[in-house]
């Protein structure tokens, strides 16, 4: 019972999909119905992208360009800058975590030679908050878009028109709160990490199974080619990228298909749902992702409407919000509360202000662009 405790504590969301999926199977058995379940398409684009960017950073191809990008930063304001745009612009096709877990790290380091606690603090909130709207203006920007661009076949100038609009606003709103940082001097210089040539053939190799993976998500590859040639070419460069992929956020979108697929046959719990969401899909996906997040939140509302734009757009703008809105936005939170001086009340009383004040004006935005189609 300890460990599966500690097990839970460590993985809620997959925990509690789990719990949903066996609860909905007491009023489903299982049978037939429940191989047409699962979208096979987004769970091997997903896996196959994990893996593909697992390889990039294993070869060290996302520190080369920080710290390329980062020799010409002399003062707080444009470290922070630097940084801010590159979780925004890498997210787009690396995914927000991953932006994330690449950045953040550095974001501490750096701040630990420049000693400005308060700036730290914004840098790391800018951060999140611009990884995980960045990634939602592309398809393979994270996990909810993967899915929602297979499940309603939509094509790819519908998703970027529904998108652009509130992905370049929120571009200029970072920036502008990105000019609220100092203009001062750095105290240190950025760290440098200990750098290598980046190795030609694992990072042509990756790169191809990057490209692979771009054109199964745009339907140009058949996905059983994309899962076999990462598969094999994984294998030969370095098979110990197996480990590394996220098979407990795979594990949380089949129990949710589960949970989906079985509620959707109740008549009644179908009917309710779908009564809720008639018209209103913009604001329950966003507040629905402030208690379940927005990958769960869109599996499970993709059930109960035609409406994909409003969908798309609503658990998208929902990963602002709480700091569970976006499981990404943990991972920021996980790295600065164990950092040496963190003040983690400070920060979420800063990371709620900036998140809940986009999310406020984007959903104003997004709520007047859905009126105009």
């Known amino acids: 019972m300890k460990r ?33 379940y699962c979208n096979r398409a987004v769970l091997i684009q997903l896996f196959c992208l994990m893996l593909t960017v697992a390889g990039l950073r294993s070869i060290g191809v996302f520190e080369q360009v920080t710290q390329n990008l980062l020799k010409r930063a002399g003062t707080v304001r444009r470290v922070g800058m630097f940084l801010v745009q590159l979780c925004f612009f890498s997210a787009m096709l690396v995914t927000n975590d991953v932006a994330l877990l690449t950045f953040v790290p550095l974001t501490l380091l750096l701040f630990q030679e420049i000693g400005d606690e308060k700036s730290r603090i914004w840098v790391i909130v800018l951060e999140t908050a611009a990884a995980n709207l960045g990634s939602m203006m592309t398809p393979v920007g994270n996990p909810q878009n993967l899915y929602l661009y297979a499940a309603y076949q939509l094509h790819t100038a519908d998703f970027f028109r529904t998108m652009l609009p509130a992905g370049v606003l929120s571009w200029l709103i970072l920036l502008g709160l990105s000019f609220l940082l100092p203009k001062t001097p750095c105290a240190g210089k950025p760290v440098e990490t200990a750098s290598s040539a980046i190795p030609k053939k694992p990072a042509a190799v990756y790169l191809l199974l990057f490209l692979a993976c771009l054109l199964t998500v745009f339907r140009v590859l058949p ?25 407990c956020l795979l594990g949380t979108f089949v129990c949710f ?117």
């Open 4 to 36: 599966f405790l500690q097990w839970w504590k460590g993985q809620p969301v997959l925990g509690i999909s789990l719990l949903a999926a066996l609860v909905s199977m007491c009023f489903v058995p299982p049978d037939a119905g429940y191989l047409s």
């Open 223 to 247: 996905d059983w080619l994309c899962l076999l040639l990462t598969a094999v070419l994984v294998f030969l460069c370095d098979k110990k990228l197996f480990a590394q992929a996220d098979y």
């Open 257 to 373: 298909f589960v949970f989906v697929g079985n509620i959707a046959r109740v008549d009644v719990i179908r009917d309710f749902f779908a009564g809720v969401m008639q018209g209103r899909e913009l604001w329950v996906s966003a507040a629905l992702s402030q208690c379940i997040s927005n990958v769960p939140a869109a599996v499970m509302l993709s059930g109960f409407t035609e409406n994909a734009n409003a969908l798309l757009l609503g658990v998208n703008l929902g990963g602002l919000g709480t700091p569970i809105a976006s499981l990404a936005s943990l991972i920021s939170y996980q790295f600065y509360s164990k950092a040496v001086h963190s003040r983690p009340g400070k920060y979420l009383g800063i990371f709620s202000a900036v998140n809940f004040g986009m999310l406020a004006i984007l959903l104003a935005v997004g709520w007047l662009q859905l009126r105009s189609f």
